[in-house]
């Protein structure tokens, strides 16, 4: 996993984890592929949310492609 990728991605996900927070919901990152792929947990009241999926395009993925050039794709892992 690239370093400095790595540090980008945590940054970005700083940006976004208040407005998980607030409905009980959280985000770990769990790895990030040389190929740009983003595996994320998500935590709390997004585990099971029916929303959970377009939390994670809408939301998390949109957010990190957006802030850290090289950024492919995002993918919920358990």
């Known amino acids: 996993?690239?370093?400095?990728?790595?540090?980008k991605v945590k940054s970005a996900l700083e940006t976004i984890r208040p407005y998980l927070k607030a409905d009980g919901g959280d985000v770990e990152l769990v790895n990030v592929s040389e190929e740009g792929v983003v595996e994320v947990r998500l935590m709390g009241a997004c585990v099971g949310c029916p929303m959970s999926q377009m939390t994670l395009?809408?939301?998390?993925?949109?957010?990190l492609m957006?802030?850290?050039p090289g950024i492919r794709r995002v993918e919920a892992v358990s």
Not at 1 to 7: D, T
Not at 57 to 63: D, L, S
Request: aromatic share 0%.
């Open 57 to 63: 395009r809408a939301g998390v993925e949109r957010a």
């Open 1 to 7: 996993m690239n370093e400095e990728m790595e540090l």
């Open 66 to 68: 957006r802030e850290v």
